[in-house]
């Protein structure tokens, strides 16, 4: 009886490692607190997984084991105040491109008012420049949003 009872012990044994690495592996299942992260921190996670995957022997890196959800908790939170401080970034720069809107606006509307009257010839050269220097600057704003697409 007492080769028996090893037998039973040895196969549980198996069968409890080949459930570790079957669970390390399996990306499809994650669990529920993984769910909800967001997208880019889902990816570092289902990257490492993956890695864990590839690999003979489960690995844990030390850092791995320390992590809590204390820890997680602070990562989102740094998360959430980034994604704050790119909204205000782009809050800023409508904000700038608006103002510098109005005051090209005003200037052409001042030079508008003073030259048509007093001069024509110099206010059709004037915006003979100025319409070049804007479809300049147009094309080259374009160009670049172009190559940027590309280069994503």
Same mark, same amino acid.
């Given at each position: ?18 459930? !570790? ?13 993984? !769910? ?19 690999s003979a022997t489960p ?17 989102? !939170? ?47 050269e004037l915006l003979k ?24």
């Amino acid at each position: 009886m007492s080769s028996n009872q090893p037998e039973p012990n040895e196969s549980l044994d198996k069968k409890n490692k080949k459930e !570790e690495l079957d669970n390390t592996g399996d990306l499809e299942n994650l669990p529920d607190e993984l !769910e909800d992260l967001p997208p880019q921190l889902k990816r570092v996670v289902e990257a490492t997984l993956s890695m864990q995957r590839i690999s003979a022997t489960p690995y844990l890196s030390p850092l791995q084991e320390k992590i809590n959800e204390s820890h997680i908790s602070k990562i989102l !939170e740094i998360v959430e105040k980034d994604d704050e401080r790119t909204f205000a970034d782009a809050q800023a720069s409508r904000k700038y491109t608006l103002i510098n809107t109005i005051v090209v606006l005003i200037f052409f509307g001042f030079i508008t008012v003073f030259l048509v009257y007093k001069d024509v010839e110099s206010y059709r050269e004037l915006l003979k420049l100025a319409i070049a220097f804007a479809g300049g600057l147009g094309s080259g704003f374009g160009l670049k949003g172009y190559l940027d697409r590309k280069n994503k």
